[in-house]
């Protein structure tokens, strides 16, 4: 890591003492995310396109960091955080999978890099509303117990569902199906890799 990219006071405070990875709440994640954002921004002006700062990591230890790391870890931990509440709530339903479908996502944040408006622009990061969709198998397995839904092995034929439209998909693009039964990584014709699901059965598949 470069010591000349090093920011260590911002407006004439510590760098660590505003940038700590500790916090928990997400209206203050949000608000280091967009001063990371802000501080990243001012770097790439000034010709210093992988700025890293001194933070105060989660650990309590100074350390450190590329800002965009510092950015990217304080999304996921707003995301992670944003997740669990949703889950509490869904959890709390007489019917988690029926209002997980109905819901379909939860809030979060994210990075958004856009390009200059005009020729010789520099770029512009910003942290903007997003939203992600609700994983249930996470959610089943979040719930505990018997999980969610009124058939208990959804999870399983949903499984089988995707290995056989893997299969076909297999067939499409003049690919030997046969691959699947070995959960071998399927590149497709555009080069981009498929992790095939764990087959249901051990009976080998047919396609008619």
């Known amino acids: 890591m470069a010591t000349e990219n090093i920011i260590r006071e911002i407006e004439g405070k510590s760098t660590k003492d505003t940038f700590k990875l500790t916090v928990s709440s997400k209206p203050e994640l949000r608000t280091m995310a967009e001063s990371l954002a802000a501080v990243y921004n001012d770097a790439v002006l000034d010709g210093n396109f992988n700025p890293v700062i001194e ?6 230890k100074e350390t450190a960091m590329a800002v965009r790391e510092a950015m990217e870890f304080i999304v996921n931990k707003y995301t992670s955080i ?8 869904l959890k709390a339903t007489d019917d988690p999978m029926l209002e997980a479908v109905k819901q379909l996502t939860y809030p979060t944040i994210r990075i958004v890099d856009k390009p200059g408006k005009k020729d010789g622009e520099a770029p512009k990061t910003s942290i903007e509303d997003s939203e992600k969709p609700i994983d249930l198998l996470k959610l089943h397995k979040y719930v505990g117990g018997d999980g969610i839904g009124a058939d208990k092995n959804w999870a399983y034929k949903v ?8 299969a076909q998909k297999a067939v499409d693009l003049g690919i030997d199906p046969k691959v ?10 555009t080069s981009v890799r498929h992790r095939l699901p764990r087959p249901i059965s051990s009976k080998p598949f047919r396609l008619s």
């Not at 933070?55 to 309590?60: K, P, Y």
């Not at 944003?82 to 709530?89: I, M, S, V």
């Open 55 to 60: 933070v105060i990591a989660e650990d309590n």
């Open 82 to 89: 944003a997740r669990t509440e949703c889950f509490d709530a």
């Open 159 to 166: 499984e089988k569902l995707n290995f056989l439209m893997t």
């Open 180 to 189: 699947t039964l070995c959960r071998k990584s399927v590149v497709t014709s």
